[in-house]
């Protein structure tokens, strides 16, 4: 089937019989479920895509770090900080994998972030939400990388090496991320009326913009299309989060918690959770920098990268003093 489609020229797929024999041989090649490396020849779409794609991926790995670092100095026990702090320094790990697979396409990190600093570039919609309470680090932690796992799993068979293999480690950890907001779940939900109250008011803020981290639905959807001609999506939007309502579930009742969504019904025929569509006004509304935390979300990022400029400066002139060194010594 995906022989059939090729490259994003911005305006759709080109048939087949339109591809240059480059391009049908690239295509070929994504068919065979060959890697392309950074070296391959590859049609631009391609590239453009993956640097859209990984470094939207990557950014919001490290704004994704600020709600919960929010939390890690009111943390309720030390052993809960231990693991939170273990966690999100996890998540800027993956943002720097995913910002050096991003680069191998031919775009530097500063460009990136200058790109996500102008608002060129996107970063997960779920991480303009804000965490309110302590039960908000279960939901994230369940909810958020459990939505992340899923998108992230079949991602580890992507067409393009770096990023496959990136979302080999990232996957491993972000099991540990969902097991430790379930474990936090399961401990708010099992404790006092008013942990409980808690517990389910997370699940009522997170869920529906949980289910927003897929992506528009695939009617909507711009670039699924011609992603998963490439390889470089492997599912469309609406499989996932229809996997990821389907698995979430039964995880809601074993809580004890409900779901907040009145028409949740198991379809018996289709085998799967018959669900409500997330309101996607809201969702294009936080896109545009409307949603509750997008501005300050963005300054975090701006401070950062402002305040860290003396240390970029001074590895460069440490690199340039290096180099000259070595010259100097040849
Ligand atoms: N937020 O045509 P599509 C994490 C944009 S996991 C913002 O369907 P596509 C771990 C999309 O970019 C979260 N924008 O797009 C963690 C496009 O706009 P553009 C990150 C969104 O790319 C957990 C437009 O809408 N995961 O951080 C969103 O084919 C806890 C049309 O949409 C990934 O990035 C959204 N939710 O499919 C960290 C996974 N959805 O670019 C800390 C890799 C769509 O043309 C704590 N990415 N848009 O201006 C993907 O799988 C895809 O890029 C999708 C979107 C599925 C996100």
Known sequence: MYAQMVRSTGKGITPREEMSAQERAFQDRVDRDDRIEPRDWMPEGYRKTLIRQIGQHAHSEIVGQLPEGNWITRAPTLERKTILLAKVQDEAGHGLYLYAAAETPGVSRDEMTEDLLSGRMKYSSIFNYPTLTWADMGAVGWLVDGAAIMNQVPLQRTSYGPYARAMVRICK??????????????????????QRRM???????????????????????????????????????????????????????????????????????????????????????VLKGNGPCNTDRLAARRKAWDEGAWVREGLLAHARKKAARHTAAE
């Open 173 to 194: 950890e972000e099991s540990f991320h969902q097991r430790q907001g379930y474990d936090i779940m399961m401990k708010m939900a099992q404790g006092s009326p008013e």
């Open 199 to 285: 517990a389910q008011d997370a699940l009522d803020r997170f869920w529906y913009p949980s289910l927003m981290m897929f992506g528009p639905s695939d009617a909507e959807s711009v670039h699924s299309a011609q992603s998963m001609a490439w390889k470089i999506k492997i599912n469309t939007n609406d499989e996932l989060r229809q996997k990821f309502v389907d698995q979430t579930v039964p995880q809601a009742e074993y809580l004890g918690l409900t779901v907040p969504d009145e028409h949740l019904t198991w379809n018996e025929e289709r085998g799967h959770y018959d669900f409500s569509q997330p309101d996607w006004n809201e969702f294009f509304d």
